[in-house]
């Protein structure tokens, strides 16, 4: 029986965990979307906005190192070019600081270095250039000095005068002229203007040795034509360096800009991802949201159907049990609830035969409330008994309501419950003695037992009994002996002793003889019979 | 009477004999020797093959050394394209130059690798002139600053002039904005007869490009010499005046021509050798030079990034006339990159000219030096027709190994180089279909090619469009990137440019 009759209770299990796994299913998607997005924003907050705000620190400090680098090229002094540098390296640590912070890039790394490097160099070169520029800057004025205090122009003829000129109109030419190759044309000039005089003049002579040094200051490998070119050159190494440093800083801005593109689309992809998933995910939790409810919904009706109505229906039979005496109860199905149904229906009807049971060892008669016949059996047993040993006498009438059926039919079963009840009562209480007993016999038939009563007494009660049924005067119109209920009563008398055989079937036999007999006599009457039956 | 007519007879034949002696003697007069020194084409320092600034040096040393009144013209060709110039600018050759003292410098397209205010600043800080007789710069209507049309080099009394010209595929190879090339042939005219009226002896012509009027003009003495100095023309598309005997081709680079020429009653050469300067020492001065600026850029870019899994060739004629499986890894990872359908990159940017053995090292170095240039990648989009005529802009000068050549990727292409320009891609394929003229494609070349570089104008007169997208990455960058990604290259070519002809 369990296995079958247990579905409900498993079907009613795996319902719930059915519900239960589903929603458990949709709290762990969704927990971890919100895992997934919450590190996505830990990401962005820990990585991404830093990497970008590093990433602007660097466009900066990147802006700064070339403005920097630039003044530090054209600088006219070496206070300017300290101070330059200081900030170079101010801005060069400081790129390397914010680089260096989450750079583990090889390259990088070394471009930073190389970009060190090619700084220091470029001071160097600079501080060189300014050192050169004050030297030619000192020969320049010491020139101009000797030109004036040594001079003899007056002393020389036109011609030399002219060719010294030119020369002097040369020189001053020098500090202007940026191109290389021009100078080294002007070179050639002066020279072209000098040697001839110089090979005119006599060699020990004042002149000559004015003229050569002339020459010397201006075209030696220390003069102020060689020291310009020099400049030049360092100038245009300072060139070639300062666009080696800016294009080395716009490879490493563009390079920092890529990765940043790089992260940033991988950021903008991861989000875009998130973003599908979490969509994807809503559609997914709704639809089983719904699903959920929909058979969250079937089974409450399926246990309201199944278990609830057929509950009430179990209850409902179980109240009409109790009330009605009925001994069916059944619920439909093959279940616990059946089988309850069924159990119900046992111990109620085992309830009923207890009832009943218990009824029939009881000794009162339900209706009426005075002994039944099972009293009268036993108390007629034992009296019987008594009366054979004692030797007394012993008297048993049986009284019959006359006409009880008609009473019955036209008044109604309970007033002929009523009526019995009034006669019953008025028979006990008129017997009187505590060792007479009056029990009811059947239907409408009652029997009293008289210990120790002769056919006197007997008749004596008797009469008595009779007469108090019809004082009582209960309405009986469709008596056909008289208007109100009566009895007949037959009596049977007896003495006993230890020999005697009388039975109780002997007693009852001519009691209901002698009923028999006042019913003939016309009723509501008595009839006695106090002799031992003849044997017959 | 007769003593008086004999006298005046004497007298006529004496002032006749001196004065024909007197005409001799001014011939001889006139008679100098010019010792002449060409030598170009060495952008890179530390090139085994053509960097020979050091023996350079010591062999003009010797020159001058023999003869104080040599005139050393140097033909240009070295400004860019190298992986340091991509940093200074070519400002380190200039210091070099510097040391060795070139009497004249001629330009050719190389030297506009930067761009012309680039230039302008390498000739201030050079020590010679820089000359070009036929740009002029539109902003100013005159011509570049800091170089100079023309020049007469002076040594004692031989007087040199010198005319350096320019063909005008400069603009459309360097996309050039401000330069404006004027017609070669009439400013060499003009420049010449300029010249000798300033009283040149000689003039000679430097140009980079086979112009054809040159051989007219040496047989007709508009000028004297004509020295080319573009190592790279091949010699079986040469003119014929290339065989002119005063016309000097240097045709290999690390080498010089050395010219003897005689300014007699008619001007001749008497003697022309080439000279490979490998045969020289090194000059330790400049070795000295060079050596400190390869360091610079060695201890940047010495960086291994890869293996070269199979065997690598750069070499010029590869790139420019065929598939190749470098190019290919080149336009692949541009591709790759920017999620085109398509891409292609002109061979010209590939600059290497070498081979890389199977299993060496690939250095940062070895990349800067391939693709010297700093060109974004660009994505635009192109009708089917627009990339058709792109094509054939790419083939058109196959036979001169121009740079223009694609390399492609995302796409086949077959084309028949026998045939006439315009007509020679015979079929194109994306993605497995034929080409479809009206459809549009994202295509992914370098800045320089989308604007109109190299001959690909039709790129340059599409309609851009707001999705075109110019990364912030250099090509060289992103090729060094994806080399460090896969820890080397090992492409191979996979027919994806055929050529149908059977000739090559």
Request: charged residues 25%; aromatic residues 8%.
């Amino acid at each position: 029986m369990h296995k079958s009759k247990q579905k409900t209770i498993r079907l009613f299990i795996y319902a719930q965990f059915a519900i239960l796994a589903l929603f458990s299913l949709l709290t762990f998607f969704t927990l971890y979307r919100l895992l997934e997005v919450g590190s996505y924003f830990t990401h962005i907050t820990n990585k991404t906005i830093p990497d970008i705000s590093r990433s602007y620190q660097l466009n900066n400090q990147i802006e700064k190192l070339l403005t920097s680098t630039v003044t530090l090229s054209n600088v006219q002094n070496d206070s300017a070019r300290r101070l330059m540098n200081i900030e170079v390296q101010n801005t060069l640590s400081d790129l390397n600081h914010i680089i260096f912070t989450n750079q583990t890039d090889e390259f990088l790394t070394k471009q930073i270095y190389v970009l060190a490097q090619e700084l220091e160099e470029l001071d160097v070169l600079v501080a060189k250039r300014i050192s050169i520029e004050k030297l030619l800057a000192e020969k320049q004025s010491l020139f101009i000095e000797y030109v004036q205090s040594s001079f003899i122009f007056h002393e020389l003829n036109e011609d030399n005068q002219a060719m010294l000129f030119d020369a002097l109109l040369l020189a001053s030419e020098i500090k202007q002229e940026t191109r290389l190759h021009k100078l080294r044309r002007i070179e050639t000039q002066i020279t072209s203007k000098l040697d001839p005089v110089l090979e005119q003049l006599e060699e020990k002579s004042k002149h000559a040795e004015v003229f050569r040094t002339v020459k010397h200051r201006l075209l030696s490998e220390q003069g102020l034509l060689n020291l310009r070119i020099e400049s030049l050159r360092i100038i245009g190494r300072a060139k070639g360096r300062g666009s080696f440093v800016r294009n080395l800083l716009a490879d490493v801005a563009r390079d920092l800009e890529y990765q940043a593109t790089l992260s940033n689309d991988a950021i903008i992809q991861s989000s875009n991802s998130i973003a599908r998933g979490t969509e994807k995910q809503t559609y997914y939790a709704l639809a089983v949201g719904a699903i959920c409810t929909v058979l969250a919904l079937a089974i409450i009706y399926f246990i309201y159907r199944r278990i609830v109505v057929r509950l009430i229906q179990l209850k409902r039979q179980v109240d009409e049990a109790t009330i009605n005496q009925q001994t069916e109860i059944v619920v439909s199905g093959n279940d616990e609830i059946a089988w309850l149904a069924k159990a119900f229906s046992t111990y109620v009807k085992r309830v009923n035969e207890q009832e009943s049971a218990l009824l029939n060892m009881t000794l009162s008669d339900p209706l009426t409330g005075i002994p039944n016949r099972r009293a009268f059996e036993k108390y007629m047993d034992s009296t019987l008994a008594q009366a054979r040993r004692h030797g007394w006498y012993l008297s048993v009438m049986l009284i019959d309501v006359d006409s009880f059926k008609p009473y019955n039919d036209h008044y109604g079963h309970p007033e002929g419950d009523a009526c019995l009840r009034l006669v019953a009562n008025q028979l006990s209480q008129s017997l009187g003695r505590n060792s007479d007993l009056c029990a009811r016999y059947g239907g409408e038939e009652f029997v009293c037992i008289l210990p120790s009563t002769d056919a006197e007494g007997a008749k004596y009660k008797a009469e008595l009994l009779r007469q108090a049924v019809e004082d009582l005067a209960i309405e009986h119109d469709f008596s056909n002996v008289s208007a109100v209920v009566t009895v007949s009563i037959g009596v049977a008398t007896f003495k006993l002793d230890a020999k005697s055989d009388v039975e109780k079937s002997v007693f009852l036999a001519c009691a209901d003889k002698k009923l028999y007999e006042a019913k003939e006599g016309g009723r509501n009457r008595c009839a006695y019979y106090s002799k031992l039956p003849e044997k017959e | 009477m007769r003593a008086f007519i004999l006298c005046s007879t004497m007298r006529f034949y004496v002032s006749c004999i001196v004065a024909f002696g007197l005409c001799c003697f001014t011939q001889l007069g006139n008679a100098k020797d010019f010792n002449i020194v060409f030598s170009a084409d060495m952008p890179a320092i530390s090139d085994r093959e053509s960097g020979r600034y050091a023996e350079l040096a010591s062999f003009i040393k010797q020159e001058r050394e023999k003869d104080k009144d040599m005139f050393f013209i140097y033909g240009g060709g070295s400004l860019g394209p190298s992986a340091m110039s991509g940093f200074d600018r070519g400002s380190h050759i200039i210091d070099i130059l510097n040391s060795i003292e070139p009497d004249a410098m001629g330009i050719t397209k190389r030297e506009f690798s930067y761009r012309e205010d680039e230039l302008s600043a390498r000739a201030y800080e050079a020590a010679f002139p820089l000359i070009s007789s036929n740009t002029a710069d539109k902003r100013i209507g005159d011509g570049l600053e800091g170089l100079v049309d023309s020049v007469i080099i002076e040594k004692s009394d031989k007087k040199l002039g010198f005319i350096s010209i320019l063909s005008e595929r400069v603009i459309s190879e360097y996309l050039l904005e401000y330069t404006n090339i004027l017609d070669p042939k009439s400013i060499v005219k003009q420049q010449a007869s300029y010249l000798r009226n300033q009283g040149a002896d000689i003039i000679v012509l430097h140009l980079s490009f086979p112009f054809d009027f040159v051989g007219d003009f040496l047989n007709r003495n508009i000028v004297d010499l004509a020295f080319l100095s573009d190592t790279r023309i091949r010699e079986s598309t040469a003119p014929s005046y290339f065989s002119h005997e005063r016309f000097f081709h240097l045709n290999s680079a690390g080498h010089a021509i050395v010219s003897v020429v005689d300014t007699g009653s008619k001007l001749r050469v008497k003697e022309s050798v080439d000279v490979d300067l490998l045969t020289f020492s090194k000059s330790k001065n400049i070795q000295l030079q060079v050596d400190a600026y390869q360091l610079r850029v060695d201890r940047l870019l010495n960086q291994q990034i890869g293996y070269w899994r199979n065997a690598y060739s750069t070499i010029r004629a590869d790139v420019r006339t065929k598939e190749n499986a470098f190019g290919n890894f080149v336009v692949d990872a541009m591709k790759q990159a920017t999620k085109a359908d398509i891409a292609f990159l002109n061979g010209g940017s590939f600059r290497g000219d070498v081979n890389y053995a199977a299993q060496s090292v690939i250095t940062r170095k070895q990349i800067a030096t391939e693709l010297p240039f700093r060109s974004r990648l660009v994505v635009i989009r192109v009708t089917g027709e627009e990339l058709l005529q792109a094509l054939e802009s790419g083939l058109s000068e196959f036979e001169s190994y121009q740079g223009r050549f694609p390399q492609i990727a995302g796409m086949k292409v077959t084309f028949d180089s026998d045939n006439a320009v315009g007509e020679r891609v015979i079929s194109v394929s994306v993605k497995g279909k034929a080409l479809d003229m009206d459809k549009q494609y994202r295509l992914a070349t370098s800045d320089y090619i989308a604007s109109g570089g190299d001959g690909y104008s039709i790129l340059a007169s599409i309609e851009k469009s707001k999705e075109d997208v110019v990364s912030p990455i250099l090509i060289s960058d992103l090729v060094i990137r994806n080399i460090r990604s896969k820890k080397g290259v090992d492409n191979t070519t996979d027919g994806r440019l055929v050529n149908l002809s059977g000739g090559k």
